[in-house]
């Protein structure tokens, strides 16, 4: 069975720091990767999008991506509180449906 | 452009009774997915549609039902509803080039009593 794993958290931060979350998949055929984050009773907003081995940055945001170790990561830079949330690391299949994880929650500090 | 649209936004349901979720995709996108998703969890793959075909069908009961229609709107159909169902139920459509992103409406929660 395919699988996206997620430490559940809570993971939290003091502002201005950088927060690192992390996901393993179990598909090594997975070609996509995505990272959403998700406030509470909201829905999911994509926030990163990463297909090739390396880094890929966008503003305070940079993920990661490891095929060889089936891994993928999201950094945070700059940590302010409106980033608490939820986020979650979602793959896509052989036949480009989203397999999910089931999120790690968020909390910045002031 | 509007993003994705979901009706109704809240539903309060009977066990037992029946339930139509509709969806409107971004313009331009084909392919749409329900998922749904209770607290605490990652959304759970429902069905996925592309040009009103059904291109992909999650681990639920046959009491879930979906159709696309010719603008690529779509609707989810659950029936017998249980005390199980009650969740956030998501749609998102994908982006018709190869990134395959997917972007969710704002969700219709469901409760069922």
């Known amino acids: 069975q395919k699988e996206v794993e997620q430490n559940s958290g809570p993971l939290s931060v003091p502002e201005g720091a950088i927060a690192s979350l992390n996901c393993t998949y179990s598909d090594r055929g997975s070609q996509s990767f995505f990272w959403y984050r998700q406030y509470s009773g909201k829905s999911p907003e994509l926030i990163m999008s990463i297909y090739s081995n390396g880094d890929k940055e966008d503003g305070r945001f940079t993920a990661q991506l490891n095929k060889a170790s089936q891994y993928v990561s999201l950094l945070i830079r700059d940590s302010q509180p409106s980033d608490s949330a939820t986020y979650l690391c979602a793959v896509a299949d052989s036949n480009y449906q989203l397999i999910w994880g089931a999120g790690t929650k968020l909390i910045i500090k002031p | 452009d509007a993003g994705v649209t979901q009706s109704p936004t809240h539903l309060i349901k009977t066990r037992g009774q029946q339930v139509t979720l509709r969806c409107s995709p971004i313009?331009?996108?084909?392919?749409v997915s329900w998922y749904q998703q209770v607290l605490g969890q990652g959304p759970q793959f429902i069905f996925q549609?592309?040009?009103?075909?059904?291109?992909g069908r999650g681990n639920f009961p046959d009491r879930f039902s979906a159709r696309q229609f010719p603008n690529y709107s779509s609707e989810l159909n659950v029936n017998a509803l249980l005390l199980g169902d009650s969740a956030l139920y998501l749609c998102a459509s994908t982006s018709p080039d190869r990134s395959y992103e997917q972007y969710f409406g704002p969700g219709t929660r469901l409760t069922v009593t």
């Open positions: 549609y592309y040009e009103k075909e059904e291109r």
């Open positions: 313009s331009g996108h084909k392919s």
